[in-house]
């Protein structure tokens, strides 16, 4: 299937949904958060910040060697859609470097900083750092809001369908606590997380 500059979900045909992190925090929770996945048989995708790369090298390894995706979410988690073209390219180019530092790919997705959709002016800016596609999703966890686990789950199960991208956030130990329900539910409706 060809993507266009945008994606907010993928095919309703298919019993599959993406787990989409937001890459900052304290990386003991992105290890948790990982392992939960892996016992699970679960792939996510992480969309990581480049600053929290750069002061955390072995996160990239991790998340790579665990089957899941790495992708870039600007060089500092500023307001991209506030930003003109040269700052907006020079948020996405810097972490599309790092991460190429890191990993040696530059990663396949981008997700903008501090907005759910991108602009025409971020898809451009994207295009010109390497990045065909910018990801972004049809369920918001509200993770980052801390509402507890089991908020989260209701939140996600209540409105995850075929081809969903979810959004959710690393950093917060509640949603390493709601991965392991969130993942049993979609099981339960045969809904495969893949990246």
């Known amino acids: ?27 003991s929770i992105t290890d948790a958060l990982l392992g939960e996945a892996e016992r699970a048989g ?16 072995q996160v990239a390894g991790r998340i790579v060697r665990g089957g899941h995706d790495l992708g870039n979410h600007t060089m500092h988690h500023l307001d991209i859609k506030a930003m003109d073209a040269s700052a907006a390219y020079a948020e ?10 890191l990993t040696g790919s530059a990663g396949r997705w981008f997700r903008p900083s501090q907005t759910q959709y991108s602009t025409p002016l971020i898809e451009r800016e994207a295009r010109q750092a390497g990045y065909q596609t910018c990801v972004s999703y ?35 130990p509640g949603t ?3 991965l392991p329900a969130i993942l049993r539910g979609l ?8 990246t």
Do not use: K
């Not at 910040?49 to 002061?55: D, F, P, S, Y």
């Open 138 to 172: 049809d369920v918001d966890s509200l993770d980052y809001t801390d509402p507890g686990p089991d908020a989260v789950v209701s939140t996600v199960l209540g409105s995850t369908r075929p081809g969903s991208i979810v959004s959710l956030h690393l950093g917060h």
């Open 42 to 57: 679960a792939r996510v995708t992480v969309l990581a910040v480049g600053t929290w790369l750069e002061q955390n090298p």
């Open 1 to 27: 299937m060809a993507l266009g500059p945008q994606v907010v979900h993928g095919s309703r045909q298919r019993p599959q949904v993406a787990l989409t992190f937001h890459g900052q925090g304290p990386v």
């Open 176 to 178: 390493v606590t709601a």
């Open 187 to 194: 099981a339960s409706r045969q809904l495969r997380p893949v």
């Open 92 to 101: 996405i180019a810097g972490c599309a470097q790092q991460l190429r530092t």
